[in-house]
Every structure is written in structure tokens, then in C-alpha cells.
């Protein structure tokens, strides 16, 4: 059974950063496409970023050249590194794994920007 847990969430300040991690138990996790979502109340979740196994990134409008997407097949992990933040970003962000049809999601962690 395939497990996401992410990691890294927390309070910050507007300007300032933090760093997710997502720690998956799956068989050949490097040849998964591995993504960053975001929900707030109300709201659909939201791609932020997405990384393939070749490495090839994509970036939501709202985030690019501020967040940074990057993965570790030694260790399983996938990371978002988030700069810059504004109180937009304020969410609950969750880890994503697709491979052909299957999609497996993490339980989320809280992401509050505010002074």
C-alpha cells in the first residue's frame, strides 16, 4: 500500500519560507509523477507543482520563481521549497503521487502565512 506523509508545515511570516517534505512508502517511487496540492475552505485543491520522473517541473501561475519543487529517488522523498510567501498561500497542502491511472494523496499539512 502505497503512503504519503508530508511534513515541514507550519506559521510564517508574510516574506518569509518554508521547506515540505513528503516521505513515500511506494515500490519504484522514482517512476512516479510526484505534485504538491493546495486547498483552502470552500475551494477546489489546486495544483501548485508538479515533477515527473524525467524531472521535467511545472509551476502554477501564482507560484512560479517563488516555490521550487525538487525529489530524492535515493530516499523516496519529494520537497517544496516555498519563498516569498503571502497570506494567499495560506492552505492546507498535500503530497501527490500518480502513476498511469492511480493516484495516492498524503493527509496534508497546514500552511499558515500571516503576520
Known amino acids: 500500500q502505497v503512503q504519503l506523509v508530508e511534513s515541514g508545515g507550519g506559521l510564517v511570516q508574510p516574506g518569509g519560507s518554508l521547506r515540505l517534505s513528503c516521505a513515500a512508502s511506494?515500490?519504484?517511487?522514482?517512476?512516479?509523477?510526484m505534485g504538491w496540492y493546495r486547498q483552502v475552505p470552500g475551494k477546489q485543491r489546486e495544483s501548485v507543482a508538479t515533477?515527473?520522473?524525467?524531472?521535467?517541473?511545472r509551476y502554477a501561475d501564482s507560484v512560479r520563481g517563488r516555490f521550487t519543487i525538487s525529489r530524492d529517488n535515493a530516499k523516496n522523498t519529494v520537497s517544496l521549497q516555498m519563498n516569498s510567501l503571502t497570506p494567499e498561500d495560506t492552505a492546507v497542502y498535500y503530497c501527490?503521487?500518480?502513476?498511469?491511472?492511480?493516484?495516492?494523496w498524503g493527509q496534508g499539512t497546514q500552511v499558515t502565512v500571516s503576520s
Open positions: 511506494v515500490f519504484s517511487f522514482s517512476i512516479y509523477t
Open positions: 501527490n503521487g500518480k502513476l498511469s491511472t492511480m493516484t495516492y
Open positions: 515533477i515527473t520522473s524525467g524531472g521535467t517541473t
